[in-house]
T-cell receptor, first 113, second 112 residues
Framework: GENVEQHPSTLSVQEGDSAVIKCTYSDSASNYFPWYKQELGKGPQLIIDIRSNVGEKKDQRIAVTLNKTAKHFSLHITETQPEDSAVYFCAASPIYNFNKFYFGSGTKLNVKP | DADVTQTPRNRITKTGKRIMLECSQTKGHDRMYWYRQDPGLGLRLIYYSFDVKDINKGEISDGYSVSRQAQAKFSLSLESAIPNQTALYFC???????????FGPGTRLTVL
């Protein structure tokens, strides 16, 4: 089955700096890659996603890049703010085939004021 | 109001007790899921349901059972709780294509 690895497990940055979180996947059939943000005491919330027919997607300060050949995708957060502090999860799945929806182990991002 | 609600939010119980965690959603989604979250292990799927008559085991279903009472309700039961079931449990729903996911706020379960 799919194996999604996520790095780093913890990341500390200064406010205003950029943060990058990386994930790799093993199943070449995966073609949908969402990112979730989990704040303390809350459930994960989708922040951005990308499909395999696109190499990059941006939404304000957040961007995701995908390299299907290398089977890795990354989350980029620019101009980080303290409210970006949270745990971030990546996931990979073939659309329409739920059985292969797997999450990474999470990255705890701490943005220092 | 929240799209996905879970009750209780916190529960402490003893080994051997039967526990039920409940999930309700107002998204109108047919697909519902139960996940377990442990530190350093991310989210692991326990059970999922694509409609009221469809129940499927996930990767860690042993020791758990579920009931889909209606489109909007999906319950998770621990028939005889054990300490290694101490974890944070999340309910989630998704649309038919699996790209619109919504998670509940979680239930923190402690088994003594």
């Amino acid at each position: 089955g799919e194996n999604v690895e996520q790095h780093p497990s913890t990341l500390s940055v200064q406010e205003g700096d950029s943060a990058v979180i990386k994930c790799t996947y093993s199943d070449s059939a995966s073609n949908y890659f969402p990112w979730y943000k989990q704040e303390l005491g809350k459930g994960p919330q989708l922040i951005i996603d990308i499909r395999s027919n696109v190499g990059e997607k941006k939404d304000q300060r957040i961007a995701v890049t995908l390299n299907k050949t290398a089977k890795h995708f990354s989350l980029h957060i620019t101009e980080t703010q303290p409210e970006d502090s949270a745990v971030y999860f990546c996931a990979a799945s073939p659309i329409y085939n739920f059985n292969k929806f797997y999450f990474g182990s999470g990255t705890k991002l701490n943005v220092k004021p | 109001d929240a799209d996905v609600t879970q009750t209780p939010r916190n529960r402490i119980t003893k080994t051997g007790k039967r526990i039920m965690l409940e999930c309700s959603q107002t998204k109108g989604h047919d697909r519902m899921y139960w996940y377990r979250q442990d530190p350093g292990l991310g989210l692991r799927l326990i059970y999922y349901s694509f409609d009221v008559k469809d129940i499927n085991k996930g990767e860690i279903s042993d020791g758990y059972s579920v009931s889909r009472q209606a489109q909007a309700k999906f319950s998770l039961s621990l028939e005889s709780a054990i300490p290694n079931q101490t974890a944070l449990y999340f309910c989630a729903t998704s649309d038919l294509v699996g790209t619109g996911w919504f998670f509940g706020p979680g239930t923190r379960l402690t088994v003594l």
